[in-house]
């Protein structure tokens, strides 16, 4: 099980404040939802978890999403940020 956090998605936040992926690849303000959605289109299994704040973020009660998946995270990351919905 990995553990996934909106943040590690958000292209407003920078590297060295918890995003994941590269900017390119990236979504404004991702919601724990379209992360769930993502990983379901990816044929992973995924649970979220709500109420749940980012450890740098305590205030920010975003939820994480768990998957399970034997795949390295980074892997994991990328094939779910190529899922999310970009807006335009």
């Known amino acids: 099980m990995i ?3 909106p943040v590690y998605f958000d292209s407003a936040v920078t590297w060295g404040g918890g995003r994941r992926v590269p900017k390119a690849m990236a979504i404004r303000a991702p919601k ?3 992360i769930v959605k993502g990983a379901v289109s990816a044929c992973l299994k995924a649970e979220l978890q709500p109420a749940a704040a980012h ?3 305590p205030w ?3 939820g994480y999403v ?3 998946t034997k795949e390295p995270k980074a892997k994991v990351l990328k094939l ?3 899922k999310l919905p970009r807006g335009g």
Do not use: F, H, N
């Open 55 to 57: 450890p740098r973020y």
């Open 60 to 62: 920010i009660k975003t």
């Open 66 to 68: 768990l998957v399970e």
């Open 3 to 5: 553990v996934l956090w």
């Open 80 to 82: 779910i940020a190529s």
């Open 32 to 34: 724990t939802e379209d």
